[in-house]
């Protein structure tokens, strides 16, 4: 599953490339300690025309492919969106905390997923540079290089910044910076692309990028 953000490995819980949180089948019948041929059976039977279910809501809560098994033999999956498992799990009964467990793991994904959006509309090219460098990139190294690329633009740390400010993390700083840090940051944005390629120590980045950030600030903007 390339192209997808790894959110909780333990859970099986992703990001699609279509910025959808999901669960793998494979983690939810382990998890639930199920035979997943048995929950496939079951996700077959909700798929159903006669369960009550419109054709679009399946189709986009239960995504099925299929992948090389260990011996080279095609299997099954299927990708499940959080409506389509509490749906699943209507029909299960008990293990209440592990289920629990899991709508407040799709519930921090989804909330992390407003923040991605945000750093996916300011900064693409660093977004997708991250993309093309991971198979499985986590959330965190989002976060971090739009976090590292603010604290550098702003001259203080991002988060303390919107702690101050009372600022949510879905909400894009850009529009509490003044045209001169602005001008700063599109060019950090630029250089960091190349870092990230060339240093995956995040110190590295962050040394390199607060020298660029100084140079600018000497030769091209006056942000006294």
Known sequence: MKDVINFNEELGIFIDKDNVVRAHSLFVAD??????NYLLREIDRLCDS?????????SSEFVKRTYSGFLGNQESICEIGRDGFIALMQKTGGQYKIKRRYIEMFTEAENFLRAYRVIQDEAPEVVETIRGLNDFPKPEQFTTEYDLLY?????????VFRL???????K????????CRIQVL??????????????????SRRRLL???????????????
Do not use: M, Q
């Not at 998890?31 to 997943?36: I, V």
């Not at 630029?190 to 995040?202: E, I, M, T």
């Not at 607060?210 to 006294?224: G, H, K, L, M, Q």
């Open 151 to 159: 604290s550098i633009a702003l001259g203080k740390d991002a988060n």
């Open 210 to 224: 607060e020298w660029c950030a100084s140079r600018i600030r000497e030769t091209e903007v006056d942000i006294s």
């Open 50 to 58: 006669n369960s009550g279910f419109s054709e679009e809501f399946l």
């Open 186 to 203: 599109e060019r950090l944005k630029k250089v960091d692309v190349g870092l990230l390629v060339a240093f995956s120590d995040y110190e």
């Open 31 to 36: 998890a639930f300690n199920r035979n997943h």
């Open 164 to 170: 101050e400010n009372k600022i949510k993390k879905e």
């Open 172 to 179: 894009s700083l850009k529009n509490y910076l003044p045209k």
